[in-house]
């Protein structure tokens, strides 16, 4: 397998943006998830759960790789 070399498109600002946006939704979908247990909700809420997870890890991914 061969490096590839790539591009860094954002700075340092727009890397603490995203890393603080991964941690805001992932703070947010554990209280959904608090919530969620504590009104003992039915199973096919949590899939409100699937968006501020997604967003989170993106923000995380998006701040290491500098993209």
Known sequence: MTDEICAIN???NERAKRTRTGWIMLILSGAITAALLLL??????SALIFLPLFMSGLG???????T
């Open 10 to 12: 954002i700075g340092p």
């Open 40 to 45: 003992h909700a039915p199973r096919w809420w």
């Open 60 to 66: 995380f991914f998006q701040a290491r790789e500098k």
